[in-house]
């Protein structure tokens, strides 16, 4: 009896033991521990790895990226912006001599009728008052214009010239002297005593001052200097990103404010300093366009004169002019020369309705030379001023 109850016993043991076994068994799959069963199995972080190498281990994966609901995606990355390519200017040489039919085409009216007048066979005083008046018309002036009316006349009395040639040569010599000035023309450009050349560009505003800035600095990096410019035009973003267009063409380094309306002079200084660390052979700033009439804003063009030269001397300072502006561009140009010191003027627009007439009437007033022409509008119009093909322009000779 008690064997068959022991019996009895191991059975039940027995199929208790594989019944649960049973249980445990994923359907179609092996077996898993009673203590891996005892896992939290809808946490999804525990799954079977050891398929068919009959270990029966369990390893943590993370959770799946298969479905789009788990799915992560990582913002695109910015586009890194393309370097523009540089542009090689040409030097400034010669420049004037290539734009010379551009000048003549748009100058050839003053000049043509002065010739046609004094090549008459009687000049009465009639004819010299309609000499006097084409040169006032040409934007001369009236006390160059008579001046130069009087010593024609003293000419044509003692040469008594009347032929066409003759009286070409004789008028040529007559423009050449108006148009001449014992005041170099040439711009100082050279680094000296370990530091750069500092050039202030000033005017009213629509003279074209920015445009000037970036061609002039092309014309410079074409004769092979490096250039720093100063975006000291803080009032007009447009300014500041034009000037960084034409530096980042050719190479030059633009030091800019971010804040729109910063302070023109901090702007001003930085530029200086830059170029001083950088060893750069120019640094040239562009100014923010005023109105000649308007004291505080002259005042402040002053100032950052002032404080520009506490880090360095100021080499050039550049007058902007728009030569269609004529004598109202005189005007301008007396109270810019009293305020900052002008010692060069840069004549824009030359190539259009200008009339010529206003180079001789500019240096007249100001006692400083014209230093640079704008012949157009393309990055590489802007030319020394060279008074002989200027007049010969007006001529429209060889």
């Known amino acids: 009896m008690v064997e068959y109850i022991i019996l009895i016993v191991v059975l039940v043991v027995f199929f208790a033991g594989v019944g649960g076994s049973m249980l445990l068994r994923p359907r179609g799959g092996r077996g898993i521990s009673r203590r891996e069963a005892g896992r939290d199995l809808t946490s999804g972080t525990s799954t079977d790895t050891g398929a068919g190498t009959g270990t029966g281990t369990i390893t943590e994966e993370p959770p799946s ?7 992560t995606l990582a913002p695109p990355a910015p586009p890194v912006p393309e370097k523009p390519t540089l542009e090689k200017p040409p030097p400034s040489a010669g420049r004037m001599v290539r734009l010379r039919a551009r000048l003549a085409r748009s100058q050839t009216g003053f000049g043509n009728a002065l010739l046609s007048l004094l090549s008459s066979g009687k000049l009465d005083d009639d004819t010299w008052d309609e000499i006097e008046e084409v040169l006032i018309t040409a934007d001369v002036g009236v ?10 006349k003293t000419k044509v009395k003692v040469e008594g010239a009347r032929s066409p040639a003759e009286v070409r040569t004789m008028l040529r010599t007559e423009l050449l002297s108006a148009v001449e000035t014992p005041a170099s023309r040439a711009l100082r450009t050279e680094r000296h005593e370990g530091r750069p050349a500092v050039l202030l560009v000033v005017g009213v505003n629509g003279t074209g001052k920015t445009t000037t800035c970036g061609k002039l600095a092309r014309a410079l990096i074409g004769d092979g200097h490096t250039v720093v410019l100063g975006a000291a035009d803080t009032f007009r973003a447009a ?20 804040k729109e309306g910063a302070d023109p002079a ?3 200084f930085d530029a200086v300093s830059r170029g001083i660390e950088d060893e750069t052979d120019v640094v040239l700033i562009d100014t923010a366009g005023r109105l000649h009439t308007k004291t505080g804003l002259m005042d402040e063009l002053g100032k950052v004169k002032r404080v520009v030269e506490k880090r360095s001397p100021v080499d050039e300072v550049l007058l902007v002019l728009d030569a269609t502006t004529g004598q109202n561009g005189l005007r301008q140009a007396r109270v810019f020369a009293e305020v ?4 060069g003027i840069v004549l ?11 180079v001789i009437a500019v240096q007249r007033e100001l006692g400083v030379p014209v230093k640079l ?6 990055p590489d119009d802007l030319a020394p001023f060279d008074p002989e093909t200027f007049v010969d322009a007006i001529l429209g000779g060889e």
């Open 340 to 343: 900052v010191d002008v010692t």
């Open 266 to 268: 901090s702007v001003a």
């Open 373 to 378: 022409a704008g012949l157009g509008e393309g």
């Open 65 to 71: 990226r298969a479905g789009p609901a788990a799915q």
């Open 239 to 258: 300014a500041v990103d034009q000037l960084q267009t034409w530096g980042d063409r050719v190479g030059a380094e633009t030091v800019r404010s971010d």
């Open 143 to 152: 006390a160059p214009a008579r001046q130069m009316v009087e010593d024609l």
């Open 348 to 358: 824009t627009k030359l190539d259009g309705t200008a009339k010529g007439g206003i």
